[in-house]
């Protein structure tokens, strides 16, 4: 039985694909946005999220804390990154939930059987499961068996990506899966390797090819004030080749905020949110859900 | 059919928004009198001057059906008598019986002998000298009048000749009362009509006149008429012990919207007028939609729409349940479009009706071994119960067992004895918790010897089937079904408890037994980290939890004693309940801390729910996930345990919000699940009207399966929906 990195399951989902739906949230990601709201999912392996303000000054994390990361002086909690070794000792004695260990493996029988227990909300609405990330297809074999069990359930699936894989991966679930919310951020390869850290020739190039495979494609569209509105237009001349394939517009909001800060990422982003009459605007400009 | 909204004029839209408007400024009212009020809010208008003196049996109280009786009559005679300007119909109440009269039992009928018990165990709500909580079956009323139901009094009184002829001398008071007090609300309108100017009032006086003086001769012929013999009821059944049920408003007034509508004598924007004014007379339980009792028909009508619409459009806390039902092929388009109407305005307005599921109340209610025929017609009719109108008398929502207490004494057992072991402290919780059921039971046989000759069901009684007709009071014999009500409450509380001592104290071994003990008798004092250590385990509601294992365990035990004998003397039926009410407050008050991390003094869990804040780890907080655990540990023989959804309104606000919670409905129902309370509203709003109440006058809550003003509520009940909804 194959075991999935995952950073968190989210049973209600009303945002991530038809109906209501179970999503399940892969750990690791090959891109780097900037706007990244889950930026928890960024790296593939199991780091530590940090509230101080939950903090009660136990020194429980100093006391099991073997590299000496965890320090307290006049009462005030500081952790040294360069020194945790990601032992994770420190989360684990922290009853607090100041110290949260973000990312643990799980089977693809146990996410499973968790999906299954919302089966009957996907009958009523239409829903299923939605295996996003991170990027989910990152983690091909565990991606490969739950959505194989899915299928035999008779359960919709959608893959939540940004197609930056190699099109093998796309080969061995293609057949799998009902859905593909596929992310486009840039069609500039410049500004596209500006705002994730990678080019963007790949992500194109295997959009192309499963577009023509026939798969059922609902592009995602995230729009960020200063980093990527030049590009929306170019996306939409882009996309008008396959005019069965629909565009999702996903405006910028800043609820990744605390979790930045709580990963202690000090170089937040400034944006501010678009209005909601600007992103209608855009919208009926480009002709985007 | 037309399952449009109804078309309204801006006229009437106008009057019915004065209404509105006159709820509140005698809600302002009521605030600055009385404080707070946690319970419905009821429609009652307070006339500060009123006084009234009762007449009294030797020991200073007032019990007997007669001597309640002629209270009551003269009570309704010397009661104010009130019409809204703006309303279609006549009559207000005043406020409940037991603030101007004092009620009450005997004291040598009191169960003495369960004192000691109900001390120890808390026991607030005994189930012994409840009252109401049955829902009358109104077609009765409706077919006879109020005159007829005095000559139906008559009529068994001669032929039963009873020995004590006391039950049908204080039901005939009773009618004789209200058809005066009828008929003077009738001269009040024609007063009314004479002194006023503006001729859409003077006709609207003259109207209600005609009704209520016809209404003291013959049972109601039209729909207003019809609507009014409603309002009159209310009133009454409100001012004596606050009954609330109405019934399945829909099918009760089926016929009479259609005649009149057919005849052209009424419009159904004045239909929506009509039904705004029976909800600004009083917030009694109502339902709408369902099915026959065959099963092979939905009871949809236009009404159901109209009644919909009314609610809407009035915009106050109004108790209507919408029944929910798995589709009839061919005939689910109308029942579906009347949910997801009443979802549309769920979202809308913040708060709406509440939704009553269908298969868990039938199927439930088969279970203790009625045909499931009779647990359809079980109608929504309490702020989370269901009852078969005019035939059941269920007593659901008066009693309950704090199982939280029962653990209590189980670990108090433990640290005496030093005898420490999971297996050990179950034993002890199954004793205690099977002391405390017991103790209910023998209170249920006292209160079926005793409640005819003290407090009997003067009002209710009219309007069931068997009450009249064998001079019996509906607690003792007057209905065909008994099956009476204990609800087990706290249970997430106690579940996280046994989760969490099996967790940290037996398997890690982090708090030794003694630890455990000290912690809870010094209230965690210094101990935070160990306080959090066994707080934050998986609670209930994280999927296959050890906590969720626990929960069902206590259910099933629960269930057992409840189900697995009769009351002991008198061998009465009776049917677990998993309901808290609005009363976690007020049951954590007395409450020492528990080993889930709860301080002593803190809310316990409301109903079979899971604790606010349950959902940690991979698992985020979901409407799903809590509904799952609701569904999960319902009781299962058709009483109630309500899941409650404060949603945000960002989650449902784009296109897909009311498709999903429909499906959340939906997939409750088919689950399980048997009453679901939602409200819809953004976290800003709710915590500045939290912070500031008066400036949100019209916010409408659902705080469990009855709406109320948020302004109305104590700080303590808005911190519990502030609590729910900051966990989502």
């Known amino acids: ?289 | 059919m037309n399952t449009e909204k109804v078309v309204m004029s801006q006229a009437v839209t106008d009057r019915i928004m004065r209404l509105h408007d006159s709820k509140l400024a005698i809600n302002d009212k009521k605030i600055a009198r009385h404080g707070s009020i946690d319970i419905d809010d009821h429609g009652f208008i307070d006339f500060e001057d009123f006084t009234f003196k009762a007449e009294c049996a030797p020991d200073g109280k007032v019990h007997g059906c007669a001597l309640i009786g002629r209270n009551l009559r003269r009570f309704l005679n010397e009661m104010p008598k009130y019409i809204n300007p703006d309303s279609a119909l006549a009559t207000c109440w005043v406020g409940t019986f037991d603030r101007f009269v004092p009620l009450g039992i005997a004291e040598e009928d009191k169960p003495k002998e369960l004192a000691e018990t109900i001390k120890k165990y808390r026991i607030t709500q005994a189930g012994f000298g409840a009252m109401n909580h049955l829902c009358p079956d109104m077609e009765i009323g409706l077919s006879e009048g109020w005159q007829g139901l005095l000559e139906k009094i008559r009529h068994y009184r001669k032929k039963n000749r009873p020995a004590d002829p006391d039950f049908y001398e204080g039901e005939e008071q009773l009618a004789l009362g209200i058809l005066e007090w009828v008929e003077a609300h009738g001269k009040l309108a024609e007063e009314l009509a004479e002194q006023e100017s503006d001729p859409f009032r003077k006709k609207n006086y003259e109207e209600i006149a005609k009704i209520n003086f016809a209404l003291t001769k013959r049972p109601p012929e039209t729909f207003r008429e019809a609507v009014q013999f409603l309002a009159h009821f209310q009133s009454v059944d409100r001012t004596y012990f606050a009954g609330g049920a109405l019934g399945a408003l829909d099918t009760l007034l089926e016929d009479y919207f259609e005649r009149d509508i057919a005849a052209g004598a009424l419009t159904e924007e004045e239909a929506v007028w009509i039904l705004a004014s029976l909800f600004f007379n009083d917030t009694h339980y109502t339902q709408i939609g369902g099915l026959t009792p065959a099963g092979d028909r939905e009871v949809t009508s236009r009404l159901s729409f109209v009644i919909l619409d009314a609610m809407h459009l009035l915009h106050i806390p109004t108790n209507l349940g919408i029944r929910v039902h798995a589709p009839i092929e061919g005939q689910s388009d109308v029942a579906e479009a009347l949910l997801r109407r009443a979802v549309e305005y769920t979202i809308a307005d913040g708060y709406g009706v509440c939704y009553s599921l269908e298969k868990g109340i039938a199927e439930g209610f088969a279970k203790n071994g009625f045909p499931v025929e009779l647990g359809r017609m079980r109608v929504k009719c309490g702020c989370n119960w269901v009852a078969i109108p005019g035939r059941e008398y269920p007593l659901q929502d008066v009693t309950r067992v704090n199982m939280a207490v029962a653990l209590h004494y189980a670990l108090d057992d433990l640290q005496k004895d030093g005898n420490c072991s999971m297996e050990r402290l179950w034993e002890r919780f199954c004793a205690h918790l099977a002391t405390m059921v017991d103790c209910i039971k023998k209170g249920y046989d006292r209160h079926y010897e005793i409640m005819q000759r003290n407090l009997p069901e003067i009002v209710l009684n009219l309007f069931m089937h068997g009450t009249i007709e064998r001079g019996l009071n509906c607690s003792n014999g007057g209905v065909d079904i008994l099956d009476l009500n204990i609800d087990g409450i706290a249970l997430a509380t106690v579940a996280d408890s046994f989760a969490a001592i099996q967790q940290r104290v037996v398997e890690e071994e982090k708090i030794s037994w003694d630890r455990l003990f000290t912690l809870l008798q010094t209230n965690y004092e210094g101990a935070e980290r160990e306080r959090l250590m066994l707080k934050n385990i998986r609670r209930f509601g994280s999927p296959e939890s050890m906590a969720e294992e626990w929960a069902v365990r206590i259910r099933d035990y629960f269930v057992s004693l409840c189900k697995g004998s009769p009351t002991p003397k008198h061998h009465l039926m009776v049917v677990p309940g998993m309901f808290s009410h609005g009363d976690v407050y007020a049951y954590g008050r007395t409450l020492e801390a528990t080993p889930n991390g709860r301080f002593a003094g803190e809310p316990i869990s409301h109903s079979s729910e899971p604790d606010p804040g349950f959902a940690r780890g991979v698992d985020t907080f979901s409407p799903a996930l809590k509904a799952n655990a609701v569904a999960l540990t319902q009781a299962g023989y058709g009483n109630s345990a309500p899941l409650h959804l404060d949603i945000d309104t960002g989650l449902v606000e784009n296109g897909g919000g009311v498709d999903a919670l429909v499906a959340l409905i939906h997939a409750h129902e088919q689950a399980g699940g048997t009453l679901i309370n939602m409200n819809c509203v953004s976290k800003e709003k709710l915590l500045a009207a939290h912070e500031d109440p008066a400036s949100y006058p019209d916010l409408v809550v659902r705080v469990t399966g009855y709406s109320a003003f948020f302004a109305s509520l104590s700080k303590e009940y808005r911190q519990q929906i502030v609590d729910r909804f900051l966990s989502a």
């Open chain 1, 1 to 289: 039985m194959e075991g999935a990195n995952i950073f968190n399951i989210q049973h209600f989902s009303v945002h991530d694909g038809p109906g209501v739906r179970t999503v399940v949230f892969f750990k690791g990601c090959s891109l780097h946005c900037k706007w990244c709201h889950n930026p928890e999912s960024i790296r593939p392996e199991a780091e530590i999220l940090w509230y101080p303000e939950k903090c009660i000054g136990c020194r429980a994390c100093e006391v099991q804390c073997p590299m000496g990361a965890h320090s307290f002086t006049a009462g005030v909690h500081r952790i040294d990154k360069g020194k945790c070794s990601h032992c994770f000792l420190c989360c684990e004695e922290c009853y607090a939930d100041a110290l949260v260990r973000v990312g643990e493996e799980k089977s693809a029988e146990e996410i499973f059987r968790e999906i299954m227990r919302n089966k009957a909300y996907f009958d009523q609405s239409g829903g299923g499961a939605t295996f996003s990330g991170g990027e989910c297809m990152l983690q091909p074999k565990a991606l490969h068996e739950l959505l194989t069990l899915c299928r035999q359930s008779g359960i919709h699936t959608a893959v939540d990506t940004a197609g930056n894989v190699p099109w093998q991966s796309f080969e061995t679930i293609k057949d799998l899966t009902d859905l593909f919310l596929y992310d486009l951020k840039a069609l500039d390869p410049d500004v596209h390797r500006a705002c994730t850290g990678a080019g963007n020739e790949r992500i194109l190039d295997n959009f192309k090819k499963l577009a023509e495979a026939g798969s059922n494609i609902l592009v995602r569209i995230p729009y960020i004030p200063g980093y990527n509105d030049q590009e929306l237009e170019g996306i939409a001349a882009f996309l008008s080749a396959w005019p069965q394939i629909k565009a999702e517009l996903l405006p910028y909001h800043s609820l990744g905020n605390s979790k930045h800060r709580a990963l202690q990422e000090e170089d937040l982003l400034d944006v501010t949110a678009p209005t909601k009459e600007t992103v209608t605007q855009l919208k009926q400009k480009y002709g985007f859900l």
